[in-house]
């Protein structure tokens, strides 16, 4: 199977405090399509606290419409810019800011749909490719389940099937 290497770049930006940036690279390197979604909706927005990216597949939208399509997995609502939460099984690259550091993580809370890798420039890499991965909360809860840290405002890779 040929992997295709779709890079889809979402810059976020952060209003608070410093007024600096984190920059999230997502890619896909699965043999099919993913329709990555996230949470607050688009790009080049107010970075609130909680952000949660994941990907959909099987997706149908009409003629390009924004609403009245459907995902096999992930699916929020029908919508192509998701305004809600993602229906399980969907694999969760999960992201929050706080002051000077960041926090991020890998959940199967909501179910397995796509391996994810998750990663910070200068921070540990997570990888996740099955619903037993042991990055992923809340199979990591009986080692503290806590999130890895990484500086304010750093780059961040999500890659769907690493």
């Known amino acids: 199977m040929a992997t295709i290497s779709l890079l889809f770049l979402l810059i976020i930006s952060a209003f608070a405090a410093a007024g600096n940036a984190a920059t999230f690279t997502i890619t896909n390197n699965c043999g ?17 606290s909680e952000r949660r990216i994941w990907g959909r597949t099987g997706c149908s939208f009409v003629n390009g419409s924004t609403t009245g399509g459907h995902c096999s997995t992930g699916d929020c609502a029908g919508e192509l810019s998701c305004t809600v939460s993602g229906q399980p099984p969907a694999t969760l690259a999960e992201f929050s800011a706080s002051g000077t550091q960041d926090f991020y993580d890998i959940s199967v809370i909501d179910g397995f749909n796509l391996a994810v890798a998750f990663s910070c420039s200068t921070g540990v890499g997570l990888l996740c490719r099955d619903a037993s991965c042991p ?28």
């Open 135 to 162: 990055d992923a909360f809340p199979n990591n809860a009986n080692s503290g389940g806590s999130p890895t840290s990484c500086p304010a405002n750093s780059s961040y890779q999500v890659t769907f099937c690493p």
């Open 32 to 48: 099919f399509t993913v329709w990555p979604a996230a949470l607050p909706v688009g790009g080049g927005f107010q970075l609130d």
